[in-house]
């Protein structure tokens, strides 16, 4: 089921006794990951930079939808922005939750997408209700218009406190966050209307209040005073891991 929606990917319930898997760490794998398996080992399409590995951490080449390991082997699975590229998200999610007991998925959220295409991304999601949707880009006929990847994805995380903050106060905003345990709930091209029309139609005020309900001052200054917090802790263990 699915646990929460964490501020960002350092803020994950993971114990110091955990030995965790990432799949699809990338560029920029997790600094709690013991092993990290990735797909195109040879091929950066799928991603922004080269293969890194942190210090203590194994690497192996390994297809997410098959993965070479035994049921629960890890007690904590990481995947953070593949998901929306893969072509069989139903193998794909499988495999996670076999390999692991708890887990944590992020990917675009709607918004994401539209400011940030990727060619690469074969899916577009959103989540609603506690259930993460899936449909397939291509088939729903998606049409961007200017890719804004290099503002939202690079500057701003790297120079503006303010956009970081908006980010962790606003779980979904611009990526999706889940933290499971066991599994969660998903589905592949939902024909329900009142779920479509996320995907296609235009934002109503109605939709913000339902996916971004009003705070009070009170509730806004304690969420603001968290996401600072967890700010601080990610430049923290950035610093440390580049020391290393």
């Known amino acids: 089921m699915k646990i929460r929606n964490p501020k960002s990917r350092m803020d994950l319930n993971i114990k110091s006794s955990d030995r965790v898997l990432e799949v699809g760490g990338g560029h920029n794998p997790h600094p709690r990951s013991?092993?990290?398996?990735?797909?195109?080992?040879?091929?950066?399409?799928?991603?922004s930079g080269d293969i890194a590995v942190l210090k203590n951490q194994t690497f192996m080449e390994a297809d997410g939808e098959n993965l070479p390991f035994k049921d629960n082997e890890f007690d904590y699975v990481i995947c953070c922005q593949v998901l929306e590229h893969v072509e069989n998200p139903v193998k794909f999610l499988a495999e996670q939750f076999r390999v692991a007991k708890r887990g944590y998925i992020e990917t675009p959220s709607l918004l994401g997408e539209n400011l940030f295409p990727r060619e690469s991304h074969k899916w577009i999601l959103h989540?609603?209700?506690?259930?993460?949707?899936?449909?397939?880009?291509?088939?729903?006929?998606?049409?961007?218009?200017?890719?804004?990847?290099?503002?939202?994805?690079?500057?701003?995380?790297?120079?503006s406190i303010g956009f970081k903050i908006v980010e962790r106060t606003h779980p979904n905003l611009i990526s999706i966050r889940i933290e499971w345990e066991t599994d969660f709930a998903y589905e592949i091209e939902p024909q329900d209307p009142a779920i479509r029309k996320y995907f296609t139609d235009k934002w109503s005020l109605e939709w913000g209040n339902d996916f971004f309900p009003p705070r009070s001052k009170g509730q806004e200054l304690l969420s603001t005073i968290a996401a600072f917090a967890d700010i601080v802790k990610t430049i923290f263990i950035s610093t440390f891991i580049k020391k290393k």
Not at 34 to 47: E, G, I, L, Y
Not at 134 to 158: A, E
């Open 34 to 47: 013991n092993v990290v398996v990735d797909k195109f080992a040879d091929s950066n399409f799928h991603r």
């Open 127 to 159: 989540e609603h209700n506690d259930v993460l949707y899936l449909l397939d880009k291509q088939k729903m006929g998606f049409h961007h218009g200017y890719d804004l990847g290099v503002l939202i994805q690079d500057y701003l995380p790297k120079h």
